[in-house]
Protein backbone atom coordinates (compact mmCIF):
# COMPACT_ATOMS: atom_id res chain seq x y z
CA UNK A 1 0.00 0.00 0.00
CA UNK A 2 1.30 3.55 -1.06
CA UNK A 3 1.22 6.41 1.57
CA UNK A 4 0.37 9.75 0.46
CA UNK A 5 2.06 11.29 2.50
CA UNK A 6 5.12 10.14 2.87
CA UNK A 7 5.09 7.81 -0.97
CA UNK A 8 8.19 6.55 -0.98
CA UNK A 9 8.49 6.10 2.94
CA UNK A 10 11.40 8.76 3.54
CA UNK A 11 9.73 10.00 6.70
CA UNK A 12 8.78 6.76 7.54
CA UNK A 13 12.46 5.51 7.39
CA UNK A 14 14.44 8.29 8.66
CA UNK A 15 12.49 7.57 11.98
CA UNK A 16 13.81 4.20 12.10
CA UNK A 17 17.37 5.07 11.29
CA UNK A 18 20.08 4.77 14.53
CA UNK A 19 21.65 8.05 15.25
CA UNK A 20 20.21 10.35 12.22
CA UNK A 21 21.44 13.39 13.16
CA UNK A 22 19.25 17.07 12.22
CA UNK A 23 20.93 18.01 9.23
CA UNK A 24 20.71 14.03 8.12
CA UNK A 25 16.90 14.70 8.40
CA UNK A 26 17.01 18.54 6.82
CA UNK A 27 18.16 16.83 3.97
CA UNK A 28 15.80 14.08 3.99
CA UNK A 29 12.82 16.13 4.46
CA UNK A 30 13.86 18.52 1.39
CA UNK A 31 14.35 15.03 -0.93
CA UNK A 32 10.79 14.67 0.73
CA UNK A 33 9.28 17.99 -0.46
CA UNK A 34 10.63 17.87 -3.67
CA UNK A 35 9.12 14.47 -4.47
CA UNK A 36 5.83 15.13 -3.23
CA UNK A 37 2.84 16.08 -5.69
CA UNK A 38 0.59 17.52 -3.25
CA UNK A 39 1.03 20.84 -0.76
CA UNK A 40 4.26 20.24 1.26
CA UNK A 41 3.28 22.37 4.19
CA UNK A 42 -0.48 20.25 4.78
CA UNK A 43 1.44 16.95 4.08
CA UNK A 44 4.17 17.82 6.92
CA UNK A 45 1.65 18.61 9.67
CA UNK A 46 -0.01 15.30 8.90
CA UNK A 47 3.35 13.82 9.33
CA UNK A 48 4.27 15.65 12.45
CA UNK A 49 0.92 14.45 14.15
CA UNK A 50 1.38 11.04 12.94
CA UNK A 51 5.00 10.34 14.23
CA UNK A 52 5.73 13.25 16.36
CA UNK A 53 3.44 12.34 19.58
CA UNK A 54 5.75 8.53 19.01
CA UNK A 55 8.74 10.51 18.87
CA UNK A 56 8.52 14.21 20.29
CA UNK A 57 13.13 14.23 21.16
CA UNK A 58 13.65 12.43 17.32
CA UNK A 59 15.05 14.76 15.29
CA UNK A 60 12.89 14.36 12.22
CA UNK A 61 10.22 15.36 14.55
CA UNK A 62 12.37 18.92 15.36
CA UNK A 63 12.67 19.26 11.25
CA UNK A 64 8.69 18.33 10.77
CA UNK A 65 8.04 21.39 13.37
CA UNK A 66 10.50 23.68 11.60
CA UNK A 67 8.38 23.39 8.52
CA UNK A 68 5.18 23.45 10.13
CA UNK A 69 6.63 27.08 11.80
CA UNK A 70 7.87 28.09 9.09
CA UNK A 71 5.26 30.96 7.57
CA UNK A 72 5.22 31.48 3.52
CA UNK A 73 6.13 34.72 2.97
CA UNK A 74 3.68 36.15 0.37
CA UNK A 75 5.64 37.65 -2.82
CA UNK A 76 6.76 41.36 -1.96
CA UNK A 77 6.77 40.73 1.27
CA UNK A 78 10.23 41.54 2.17
CA UNK A 79 10.93 44.87 3.53
CA UNK A 80 12.56 46.94 1.01
CA UNK A 81 16.01 48.02 0.97
CA UNK A 82 18.05 51.04 0.24
CA UNK A 83 21.18 50.98 -1.19
CA UNK A 84 23.50 52.20 0.49
CA UNK A 85 24.97 54.84 -2.41
CA UNK A 86 21.32 55.75 -3.01
CA UNK A 87 19.90 59.01 -2.45
CA UNK A 88 17.02 59.38 -0.33
CA UNK A 89 14.14 59.58 -2.68
Excluded: F, K, N, Q
Aim: net charge positive; proline share 12%; with cysteine.
Amino acid sequence: MTDALDPRGLIREAYRIEGVTAWDCRSIYLDWALGLAGDPAEATRALLARYGPAAPDHPMTAVLREGVDAAPRPPGARPRRRRPDAAPG
